[in-house]
């Protein structure tokens, strides 16, 4: 089955993934420490809405500028071997960003009583002041993060991964600090240092081989004319409206989480980062490692090489997301309360918490599909279709969260529901129109793929919640270790009936990610024996 374009994507996603899940873990201890140290309040409520706007920026510049526009044009450059063509195109955008980074950091400052409406409604007095004070001192983070993502942009389409998925871990490094050392000093205004920290350690850590890279390269010159630039802004602002759609859906939901109990946004934005963890290790992993290949492939004009790698892509991506959402639909309290219920963070925060990851877990499916999909539109240098899909999108997902929001008894779940089924809503129609572009998809693999997966996951789900029942009746649950046996038990038992099914159902997508963390395991295990 594997190819040698496959063996490369697979070699490329073990070493991304490896450091997603790094970083990852390290995600879920800062969440931890914000919980621990600060509790599910009014305060945390504020600290989540005052990074609305500055991750909106940042997932407009890396999620939009860098994955339609700057990569696949700088990757076609390299593919072709006009590097110096490449280097006075990338010069000139990062140029242009660098400006106009800069503007909005300032305007941002000055201008944020106005923009802080926009991300907490529901705030007044003190909440109030309290969010514009942390907006206007992330809003340099934002400055930061953004050129640590055109670093990153620059190192994947030299196909170098190890620097910057080492980025997101330094990130995390300095807010877990801020929250531990200084939140306890300086309250919540502590992670918002922490934030700055760690956003400027993640750029220093790649500015350099990126230096080395644009040695003898790199002019300090602006040219709107030239035809990559051009091409770039072509493709840039379809795809800075479409990328945002799913954090404009974000903040619509937290808008109207402001108007619910005091911290519903929290426990909405816990369960969120819930779900960012498979949905970042795997998906984000192996859209990140393949997209820089697709768009060569494209460049090449290698079509059929072309599906048939976007079509493994998928059914890995679908492999490993679906039973992770049964997985964490049957284990949102034992997760919950085993990351997150500590200090000020209480037995109702983990039930809130919980609840809300039961109704998000449908839709990671959904958004893993979305984040290969919307990959190969831009691989195929088209921008414009994923915008149209998501402003349809957008309007469903408020439509849906105000219509859920008025049946009883679902609260804040209803938004967290109303994101999954516009996540799915958004993949279906997306995967048609490809169909229809493409002349065919591969669909019939991906659909066998995913029907696999599906059963073989309900038997898993199945044993997962007997035997975290049976685990949870003879386990101390107020002591840390009993969790911990609690939820790693129900998951082991989860993953032996999974590959289980897989063997039987004889998948072929086990091998793929084998391939990918056996590559990064031999080059650790030859690493430890030079340095010996």
């Known amino acids: 089955m594997e190819n040698q ?89 990062l140029n242009i960003i660098v400006l106009a980074l800069a503007s909005f950091m300032i305007l941002g400052v000055i201008f944020t009583p106005s923009l802080a409406p926009l991300v907490g409604i529901g705030f007044d007095g003190e909440q109030r002041e309290l969010l514009i004070l942390l907006m206007r001192v992330t809003f340099p983070a934002v400055f930061f993060t953004a050129l640590s993502g055109l670093a990153m942009g620059i190192l994947h389409s030299y196909q170098k991964f190890t620097l910057p998925a080492l980025g997101p871990i330094v990130y995390n490094l300095g807010q877990i600090l801020g929250a531990y050392v200084l939140g306890p000093i300086m309250g919540i205004m502590g992670m918002a240092v922490g934030t700055i920290a760690g956003s400027l350690g993640s750029l220093s850590l790649q500015l350099p081989q990126v230096a080395a890279r644009a040695k003898g390269f790199y002019r300090p010159v602006i040219d709107l004319r030239h035809p990559g630039i051009r091409r770039m802004g072509t493709l840039m602002l379809p795809a800075i409206i479409g990328l945002s759609i799913s954090q404009v859906n974000l903040i619509v939901g937290q808008n109207l989480a402001s108007l619910l109990e005091t911290g519903s946004i929290v426990a909405l934005r816990l369960a969120n980062r819930l779900i960012n963890f498979p949905l970042g290790v795997f998906a984000m992993g192996i859209s990140t490692a393949i997209f820089p290949t697709l768009s060569g492939l494209v460049a090449q004009d290698e079509m059929l090489e072309f599906r048939r790698t976007f079509s493994f892509g998928l059914r890995v991506v679908f492999f490993v997301t679906i039973p992770s959402a049964m997985g964490m639909a049957f284990l949102s309290v034992p997760i919950v309360r ?73 609260n804040h779940g209803a938004i967290a529901l109303a994101f999954s ?35 073989a996951a309900a038997v898993m789900g199945v044993g997962v919640y007997a035997a975290s029942g049976f685990l949870g009746g003879h386990l101390d649950l107020t002591r840390t270790m009993g969790r911990l046996l609690q939820v790693f038990g129900s998951i082991l038992v989860g993953v032996v009936l999974y590959l289980g099914g897989a063997v039987l159902l004889r998948m072929d997508e086990p091998l793929f990610l084998w391939t990918a963390f056996a590559v990064r395991l031999r080059r650790r295990s030859r690493r430890a024996r030079t340095q010996h």
Not at 424 to 451: P, Q, S, T
């Open 338 to 410: 085993l990351l997150f219920e500590s200090g000020e963070f209480t037995a109702a925060d983990t039930a809130a918490t919980a609840y809300a990851l039961l109704f998000y877990a449908p839709g990671l499916i959904a958004q893993a599909g979305t984040q290969i999909i919307t990959r190969i539109y831009y691989s195929l240098q088209d921008t414009v279709t994923p915008v149209k899909i998501g402003l349809v999108t957008v309007v469903i997902n408020f439509i849906l969260s105000l219509a859920f929001l008025k049946l009883p008894g679902l």
């Open 5 to 93: 374009t496959t063996g490369r994507v697979a070699r490329a996603a073990g070493i991304v993934m490896f450091f997603i899940l790094l970083s990852r873990i390290l995600g879920f201890v800062r969440e931890r420490a914000i919980a621990e140290v600060f509790g599910r309040t009014g305060v945390t409520d504020v600290f989540f809405a005052a990074f609305a706007i500055p991750d909106l920026m940042y997932q407009l510049l890396v999620g939009g500028a860098l994955s339609s526009a700057f990569i696949p044009v700088f990757t076609h450059y390299l593919a072709r071997g006009e590097e110096k063509e490449a280097w006075y195109t990338a010069s000139i955008f």
């Open 421 to 455: 089924i516009t996540a799915g809503i958004n993949m279906f129609i997306a995967l048609a129109v490809l169909r229809r572009k493409l002349g065919g998809i591969d669909g019939h693999r991906i659909a066998a793929a995913a029907i696999k997966a599906f059963a």
